[in-house]
């Protein structure tokens, strides 16, 4: 079965994880150039479909007759990743998820949480059923890594690696980091994020070569009272080589998500079994708490509890625990990929 994904494929490769066990063939491409073969049209991000830029109401009127005309041949599914854009303050692309959520057939939730404070935004007739974000297997064992120590000069040796993967997307997420790492209690602790600041837009006056400039103004004002030599930040999305083997040295993953339904991250840590701290929100807290890990509670900001918490399950050998293990067989990406292909056949078969 041809299954149409309207946009280009995310960056983040855990649908890969699911593509390479599924039963269907996945299409990726421009909305237009969907054909009447196409038995399921699934959608992850409904901003790529134009390519991360606001549509005009022209645009989602042509968009919307376009997925009238698919649903007389497919099913259109929705992987409902967040209920809004990451990076869209303004919430500018409010109607096109309006639109995706208006006519989705079938909606894939990556949680119970998601399931039950979102069900009512869709149709009546909408079919709903979670599927777990699958584990990075692809990167595990034989996967060839290149070296981030050599790549951007450190020395990593005897210290205490904390981590934040992705994309950092506002200052509450900023602080956030900062506030976990300084009550980490190790002397000799180090940070890591390859992605920071990405939020802040350079003015578009700045010249090129004084990007720098500011990238340093911005690091020396947020990240004080931090030591230079506590940290290394960088400001671009870094190649999975590099990112397999810091997240392998790492001592600690932080999830800064304050908003967000979802994280991969957290699957990530699972994938290398990984101490994490992870927040209490979204369907974040569901996986959380399957593998009874400590949450992090905004509200009750129960910072020592959770690092020390965190830190202790290397000790006890927890990440090799016969229960842990398999607990981990449920977001294996084959698992993930069979419920997949029988959710689509569900929906085509009624």
Known sequence: MEVFVPHLKDRNIYLDEIICFSDCNFIFSDFNSYKNTYKIVNIHFPEAIFNWIVPTDEQLNDLEQKILDWKRHSKIIYTLNDIKSHYDEENKFADLFRLVQKHADGVIHLGNYSLEK??????????????????????????????????????????????????????????????????????????????????????????????????????????????????????????????????????????????????????????????????????????????????????????EEVIDAAMALDQKAFFKTKEYLEKKDKFKASTIAAQYDAFFYQLINN
């Open 118 to 303: 979102y069900k009512h935004l869709f149709s009546v007739n909408c079919q709903h059923t979670v599927i777990y974000h699958p584990l990075y297997d692809s990167l595990i064992a034989d996967f060839a890594i290149a070296d981030f120590q050599e790549k951007f000069q450190l020395n990593l040796k005897d210290k205490y690696v904390v981590s934040v993967i992705g994309d950092i997307r506002s200052m509450e997420e900023v602080k956030l980091i900062f506030k976990v790492f300084n009550k980490i209690p190790h002397k000799n602790k180090f940070l890591i994020v390859p992605n920071m600041f990405v939020f802040m837009k350079l003015p578009k006056f700045f010249p090129y070569r004084f990007r720098n400039i500011y990238r340093r103004v911005e690091e020396f004002l947020f990240c004080f009272p931090l030591r230079k030599e506590q940290y290394f930040f960088n400001f671009k999305f870094i190649d999975y080589n590099y990112m397999v083997d810091l997240v392998k040295n790492s001592s600690l993953v932080v999830i800064p998500r304050l908003k967000n339904l979802n994280s991969g991250n957290l699957y990530l840590g699972l994938s290398f079994d990984k101490p994490m701290i992870i927040p209490k929100v979204g369907n974040l807290t569901e996986t959380a708490d399957y593998f009874n890990f400590p949450l992090l509670d905004l509200q009750k900001k129960n910072y």
